[in-house]
């Protein structure tokens, strides 16, 4: 494994909170693992304290005067944030867009294929991206194509909200659909 490179020999200070004898005051307030105030100490009293208890001292809010230390295992703490933040990404909810490509003369059938899959997409819990491409002589009627999305959306009116508007971008027509929310 390759070592960081560093400016000059100066090491990069790890990220986190600065534990034993990393801390750089003099002087710090002690709080105990219960969380009562123990009071003001030189900081090599202190991390002496914290190691007769066999614990670390842990700096938690550097800016205060003096700095806020805490007496606590870091080894347990980092693995207790570690595991709190795994269940926070577990249970974030990712939307992803899926795409309905539509023309203007798309036919009934065809459309209502599409119809099927955008009101599937959306029951799933997908935001809908509905796309009408135009070609050549079309692009005189962009009418026809802001009604085939304003269709789509009145079709899937009851799963569904217009969260874009259409509007078009160069030779294609755009508006999202996204699920109601269910309360």
């Known amino acids: 494994m390759r070592r960081p490179r560093t400016r000059r020999g100066v090491v990069p200070e790890p990220v986190g909170p600065r534990v034993n004898d990393r801390i750089r005051a003099p002087r710090v307030l002690v709080i105990d693992e219960e969380g009562n105030k123990l ?6 009293d202190a991390i002496e304290m914290a190691k007769e208890r066999g ?3 842990i700096e938690v809010a550097p800016n ?8 606590g295992d870091f080894g347990k703490i980092k693995y207790e944030k570690k595991k709190k933040d795994a269940v926070a990404r577990k249970k974030q909810a990712t939307v992803s867009i899926k795409e ?10 065809d459309y209502e294929v599409k119809l099927k899959h955008a009101r599937r997409f959306i029951e799933a819990g997908d ?5 009408v491409r135009f070609r050549g002589r079309e692009m005189a009627h962009r009418n026809i194509g ?3 999305c304003r269709e789509l959306a009145k079709d899937c009116e009851d799963i569904a ?4 508007q259409p509007n078009m971008e160069g030779r294609q027509m755009f508006m999202i659909l996204a699920p109601r929310k269910t309360s």
Do not use: S
């Open 39 to 44: 009071g003001q100490f030189m900081t090599e």
């Open 55 to 57: 614990v670390d001292l």
């Open 64 to 71: 205060a005067r003096p700095p806020v230390c805490r007496l």
């Open 100 to 109: 309905v490509k539509l023309r203007p003369k798309t036919d009934v059938h």
């Open 127 to 131: 935001k809908v991206k509905v796309t």
């Open 146 to 148: 802001d009604e085939r």
């Open 161 to 164: 909200l217009i969260e874009t």
